[in-house]
């Protein structure tokens, strides 16, 4: 509760009694029941963002900004979402996640760390046959500048810290979830392969300067189709012919978003 209340206090929230809060409560609320954490009394708030995000807490709030919401087609592609963060919250993946980093960063200055972190990006970028591009390969040119415990960090913090198999475990269970609510099996899919010319032009434009923020995010949507395609052939028999609520999704979320004032 108090993670959501830091996070409420940061960012504006659209009312909870409007069509579109409702909307999405009623999407969540149908996916959720279907999770490990059935129980729980999720809540599901939408914040004022152009960023295309979500994000939950311990407790059971899921957070998804109206970015976020503006990139979905249909309440199938809704639910995959909403069902990934239910996902983190029924497996715990917030808590697995701050005790993994926490016994990474044992004995660890972070603030010199952060500062040695900052100090070899800027070394990477300097170098004259640094090329910019994949998050991946900057990371192994960093690692080369870094002593042990600065190494340390920088696996604790960028690719532990983003826990690539909790985020694509949350994808699957997610997805499923969303399959047993009577959505088709695909909705996650499809909104990431609309994410990829996007993506993939960000990633791999020659000599753009990476920051310490492009390395802590997400695994690439062609990873997480990969993934998904993988963990999800045993339901192929399931087809997508599953509920896709576009008709409705536009007319109680994106037209409304259309016409809102920000």
Known sequence: YVVAASILNQFTAIDPASILSQTINMVGTTVASFSERYDLPFKFIIIQS?????????GGFVFLTTGLLKSL????????????????????????????????????DTGKMEADLEQALTKVH??????????RVLQKEIFQELNFESER???ATLVG??????EKEADLWGQYYALKAGY???GLSTWLKRLLPNNEAATSS???????????????????????????????KWGNSGFR???????????ILAHRRN
């Open 50 to 58: 152009d960023e295309l995000n979500s994000f939950s807490t311990p």
């Open 126 to 135: 300097q170098r004259s046959d640094y090329q910019g591009g994949d998050s």
């Open 184 to 186: 088709g099996l695909d």
């Open 161 to 166: 810290g983003r826990d690539y198999a909790m």
């Open 153 to 155: 960090f920088l696996d």
């Open 206 to 236: 020659p000599h753009r300067k990476l920051t310490v923020s492009d390395l802590m995010k997400h695994p690439q949507p062609a990873d997480r189709m990969a993934a998904l395609k993988q963990g999800l052939a045993p339901y192929k």
């Open 245 to 255: 609520g576009r008709e409705r999704y536009q007319k109680n979320v994106l037209d």
């Open 73 to 108: 087609m249909d309440e199938a592609e809704l639910a995959a979402v909403i069902g990934h963060e239910i996902a983190h919250v029924a497996h715990r993946h917030v808590k697995k996640s701050a005790e993994n980093k926490e016994k990474a960063l044992g004995g660890i």
